[in-house]
């Protein structure tokens, strides 16, 4: 035992109930398991990741450090994409972002906000959004508040200048980033924001 302990490796992560796998990414930014592809963030592609796999979730480590994850899938054949994981490419072509699969898999809020604001005029702007957002930890509910706040002061057509601007102001953030603890908060929240759109059409 002693003689094979120098050849031993140390096992970085906590005992769970999960399996653990090593793949490696591919050209698609995507690991394949199990008949489906998972996308990690693009800056990985050709990299080797650690896969945890628990019953409900996946978690993707790279040197050791979580990556991202997702809902395990358990149908064949799926692609399980994150728009947040393709933003450097799709900057580059912009136009793509209309065919986006990532993009129909984003939450409601996102598809919305794409299609009513930045689809016909700015797409690329969409982009340096979301690259904002991710860059400093911005959630997606604080980003939703924020435009539905810009909307209720008038605005008509929300553009990246103005929910960056807002962002970035400590006061208006604090004001209209309120938690929300349940789906009935957040449907209600929405349904504010396309009331409020529906509104500023006829003034």
Sequence with gaps: MQQEQPYMHRFVYPMECSQLQTLKVDKWSTIYLNTNHYSVPEELVGERVDVK???NKLQIFYKQLLACEHHRCYEQGQWILSIEHY????????????HSLALTQANEFLIHLYENHFREIAPRDFIELLIYCKENQINKQNLENTCIYLLSR??????SESIIATLGNKIIREVVNIPLDNKEQKIALYSQMQLTEITNMFN
């Design 154 to 159: 008038g605005l008509k057509t929300l553009s």
């Design 53 to 55: 796999i628990y019953a």
């Design 87 to 98: 933003l450097n490419t799709m900057k580059k072509k912009p136009g793509a972002l209309n």
